[in-house]
């Protein structure tokens, strides 16, 4: 419990350190912050000579006029550079309505669900009465549990539908666009492009009713397909396996697309891609994923391409994209944790500047028209998959030429394949 409570004094220290922030008045002009600079710590030190006495204030700040002197210069720097930065700030109103700020709790308590499950796995680990029973239980998903690769749990509607997570998608807002129907009789690769940070929205629309995909597209089950470490993690698997998520491997594909009106939901770029993601940019990396083509093939399954414009707007990122040397050791870190750590920020919940709350920036997801396999090919070719996966690109091409100057008006720069 000692972990547990150290978290907790952390993460209270950071939000209290933030809400100082936000309470403090922005100064509209230079000389009444310099003029307060100088007077707020001689005001400091007053008030706690009068508390602790001047004898003992002095004994404690220093051992003479000139350390005294020089502690108050310090103090009042510092002062000044604090108000300067405020009033240079970005910061929400203090009254907003009350729907605003569900969302961004919302969005604050569920897309770092990975972060609270591994804060709760270490409090088991540390505990002497539940650290062996941790242990088994994470040895047995380890080795031996099957279920995210055998079709997970049945997704639960009555969960997905549950209003925190309407709140999350419309605290972007994430929207979803369909452009064909989809026959319940068949099977379904879904591609997702781009990955993102995190692959929020992927989230948002796959494993949530927040967008309302149910209602889009009756008789169809979408079942997003993520690493098998995170079923790993105790209160995330099983957030996951109530909103239907599997493992991403050849025994999950194969066991969904063997039943119709599923659709496995593929984020194809992977961890590779998150290295990619930078505001205003659409870098997909896709030239050499073809397994999901061969899957689709083998299984009889249509594929679908999906791009989401936003994904890479939600968080800013830093330095990758210019640095070829932050890059590589980001693909090396990513080749031993299987995944990237690319480096980003967001916002906070009482300010615009930095923080782990996604920026309020639209995402707007297109399901494109699927791609028919006339039987299944127990043995693809080459050729085949070749065939298909140029079909599949040349679709998700339409989708962005057809929607790049409504969703992503100030790109920097059109999509790039890679």
């Known amino acids: 419990m000692e972990s547990f409570a150290i978290f907790l004094l952390i993460v209270t220290f950071l939000q209290g350190f933030e809400l100082i922030i936000y309470l403090t008045p922005s100064l509209p002009s230079k000389e009444l912050i310099f003029l307060l600079s100088l007077t707020l710590p001689a005001v400091g030190y007053f008030i706690m000579a009068l508390a602790f006495g001047e004898v003992q204030l002095f004994s404690v700040i220093s051992s003479s006029i000139w350390h005294l002197g020089c502690s108050w210069v310090g103090t009042s720097l510092l002062t000044f550079l604090y108000l300067q930065w405020r009033a240079k700030g970005s910061f929400p109103p203090l009254i907003i309505p009350w729907r605003r700020r569900g969302q961004a709790l919302a969005t604050m308590i569920f897309w770092p669900m990975p972060l609270w499950g591994l804060v709760a796995q270490i409090c088991l680990l540390t505990n002497r009465w539940t650290r062996w029973p941790c242990i088994v239980w994470t040895s047995y998903m380890v080795f031996f549990d099957k279920t995210p690769s055998q079709g997970g749990w049945k997704k639960c509607m009555w969960w997905t539908d549950q209003l925190m997570f309407h709140l999350c998608c419309e605290f972007f807002p994430s929207q979803l666009i369909k452009t064909a129907e989809l026959d319940p009789a068949k099977s379904y690769i879904v591609g997702y492009h781009p990955h993102g940070i995190l692959g929020i929205g992927a989230w948002c629309n ?73 505001p205003g940019t659409l870098d997909l990396t896709l030239t050499k994923r073809k397994g999901f083509v061969k899957q689709a093939l083998i299984n009889g399954a249509s594929l679908v391409p999906v791009l989401c414009f936003g994904e890479n707007d939600i968080f800013e990122t830093v330095g990758s994209e210019n640095s070829k040397l932050l890059k590589a050791i980001q693909k090396k870190l990513k080749n031993v944790f299987h995944y990237a750590l690319p480096i980003f920020h967001g916002r906070g919940m009482l300010n615009y500047m930095f923080g782990l709350l996604p920026f309020r920036r639209p995402m707007n997801t297109v399901v494109g028209n699927p791609i028919d396999v006339p039987n299944k090919i127990a043995e693809p070719t080459k050729e085949q998959i070749e065939e298909y996966h140029q079909k599949y690109v040349k679709e998700l091409q339409k989708i962005y030429d057809t929607y790049k100057d409504k969703f992503a008006p100030n790109r920097k720069r059109d999509l790039v394949i890679k």
């Open 206 to 278: 796959f494993c949530t009713e927040g967008t309302g995909i149910g209602k889009l597209f009756p008789g169809i089950t979408f079942r997003l397909l993520t690493l098998k470490e995170l079923f790993w993690i105790p209160l995330f698997r099983q957030f996951l396996l109530m909103c239907g998520a599997c493992n991403v491997s050849k025994a999950s594909i194969n066991w969904l697309l063997s039943r119709p009106g599923n659709a496995a939901v593929v984020i194809v770029g992977g961890a590779v891609e998150a290295l990619d993601a930078a």
